[in-house]
């Protein structure tokens, strides 16, 4: 079953501004989707991470994205079914850390970003590794 978790924050478009969205059961980020107030500017990024590792990469077009407009991320090749876990004993596993970078706003903006998580995803992974 996919269900929607949504987190908004305000940045003020210095970049690396983080916000840690708690998972509510053990799953994995499948997309996510991105709106903002202000212009994204191209080339502009948007991470959601599992601790370090990048699970989901939004990135501005060129033309830039107008403000009130949705981007979506694209899954990362090799950490897309990375899995969450409230349960976890690792805290990185328990949150979605969702960060933007220096270039992605031009000034201060109020960025939505809506997660599709899949709790019923079927993945293969080493105990090591969750």
Request: hydrophobic share 40%; aromatic share 6%; with cysteine.
């Amino acid at each position: 079953m996919m269900m929607n978790l949504f987190a908004t924050v305000v940045l003020t478009g210095g970049g690396g501004e983080s916000v840690y969205i708690p998972v509510p059961c053990r799953g994995i980020v499948k997309e996510i989707t991105l709106a903002c107030n202000a212009t994204m500017v191209a080339s502009g990024t948007v991470v959601a991470y599992r601790g370090a590792t990048a699970v989901n990469t939004a990135t501005a077009p060129t033309g830039n994205t107008a403000a009130g407009t949705t981007l979506d991320g694209v899954p990362d090749t090799d950490y897309k079914d990375y899995i969450f876990d409230p349960d976890s004993t690792t805290v990185a596993n328990k949150v979605i850390k969702v960060t933007d970078d220096a270039t992605l706003l031009g000034g201060a903006g109020a960025l939505s970003v809506l997660v599709k998580y899949d709790e019923s995803a079927a993945v293969t992974q080493a105990a090591s590794e969750a």
